[in-house]
């Protein structure tokens, strides 16, 4: 994101998604703030993946829209993280960091990319092919991918679940320092990372799923996690959880 | 597993095999033109050799053309296939049809219309091969990772260059293990090929050899033509573990 430009919010309105028979979402309305950490919770099934599609472009709604608040289209200014790292296996870490640049037949910028595999702390494994990387790496390999795509907004899908606690923190800590400034849009499992990582909390509910009234969490993310403010956060947000579910 | 190991199990498996042969051909009263022992195959293989030798090179060639033309049509059919539904319902029959009549039916036919010549070998190789390639190929390019996908596609990549970057690579091990497969049995296409009308061959050896009752040089025809088949498929699997250095070694 070049620093020039401030990046947009997401606004979502009167969004209706059917499958079968089943409704997901009826008339749902939701803001995403520009630049702003925002991260989603629920129960399984609720369909907090399928709003992060439609978000996406992947997915169409039944009914709705969605817009950047600077009200220019989506399209072309998201970031895609999905579950688990989705580096492609053939392809080494820098290779995977630039494939976007060449799936839009754009000439790949290894300078900028190395750069980036630099700030994750994996300069030494450019060439690595991720087969070689552990989980923590490959991870901080599809950070550094999100990064060299340069979009103002970033949709991560539960990115960092199937990490170990430790190389989890770790990771999150890095995502949320080095995606600072832009508009993220995150759901998790994990109440304690949602409480680490975010700005603002969102807990969706019910069927057709409602979002809850938004939980605002002051001071600078990633926040540690002992600190008291996180704790007593989580519990309340266990508690709201438990009541949804 | 050790690397001697893996040298030394074949050779092992081949002397036991050996060994066997030669005990029963010897101790069970199974006249020589029934049974030969190893010892006047290998001289029958020697005698032979120029002859064993070219029709190798002939069988091979007829193999490996149709190979080569029977992976890209196979190839082209399951792009085509993936990429329009409609055609995949007029080729699907046809494919099927292609397996379910014999190739030993079809091959008095084939030498009739393509003549004794090498074509209708390769044809019938083309035939053998086509749908495992075929099938195993659209399997690979319909089974992409959705997540893959999705990805490439927020990346805003167009669908031929998700084609491209994305599902043509990870097809790429279902479509050697039909290449594998095609390797195996392509030489089988070829020799039905010569024994139903051809004038060269390790196919055409064999038919000759049986009719004179030399059972030896049957043998030895058999010998070069498995190991033919094992050095092309250990030739293929090479090249297809360096083509596809990712994938993890089972």
Known sequence: MRSDDRPPGLEISGLTLRYGSQTLFDNLA???????????????????????????????????????????????????????????????????????ARLRHERPDRARALDLLGRVGLADRAGSLPAELSGGMRQRAAIARTLYE????????????????????????????????????????????ACRLGERLVVLSGAPATPGEPVVLPGAIPRPADDAEVLRTMASLLRTLGAAA | MPKLAVAVRPLLTLAGLLAVWWGVSRSSGIPAFLLPDPGSVATALWHQRDLL?????????????????GTGLGATGALAMVFSPRLERWLMPLLLLSQAVP????????????????????????????????AAFADGLRRTAPGWLDLARTMGASPLAILRHVRLPAAMPAFGAGLRIATAIAPIGAVIGEWVGASAGLGYVMLNANARIETDVMFAALFVLALMTVLLWTLVDRLLRRLLYWVPEG
């Open chain 1, 30 to 100: 939701l803001t995403v703030p520009a630049g702003q950490y925002t991260v989603m919770l629920g129960a399984s099934g609720v369909g907090k993946s399928s709003l992060l599609r439609v978000a996406a472009g992947l997915a169409a709604p039944d009914a709705g829209r969605i817009v950047a608040t600077d009200g220019l289209p989506v399209a072309g200014r998201i970031a895609w993280m999905g579950q688990r790292d989705l580096l492609y296996p053939w392809l080494s870490a820098i290779d995977n960091v630039t494939l976007g």
């Open chain 1, 150 to 193: 340069d979009r103002p907004i970033v949709l991560m899908d539960e990115p960092f679940s199937a990490l170990d606690s430790i190389t989890r923190g770790r990771v999150q800590d890095l995502a949320a320092t080095l995606l600072a400034g832009r508009t993220v849009l995150m759901i998790t499992h994990d109440p304690l990372e």
């Open chain 2, 53 to 69: 030798a070219w029709s190798t090179l002939t069988t091979l060639t007829e193999t490996v053309l149709g190979l080569l033309i």
């Open chain 2, 103 to 134: 190739v030993f039916a079809l091959a008095p036919l084939l030498v009739l219309w393509f003549g004794f010549g090498i074509a209708s070998k390769v044809v019938m190789a083309v035939l053998v091969i086509f749908f495992p390639v075929t």
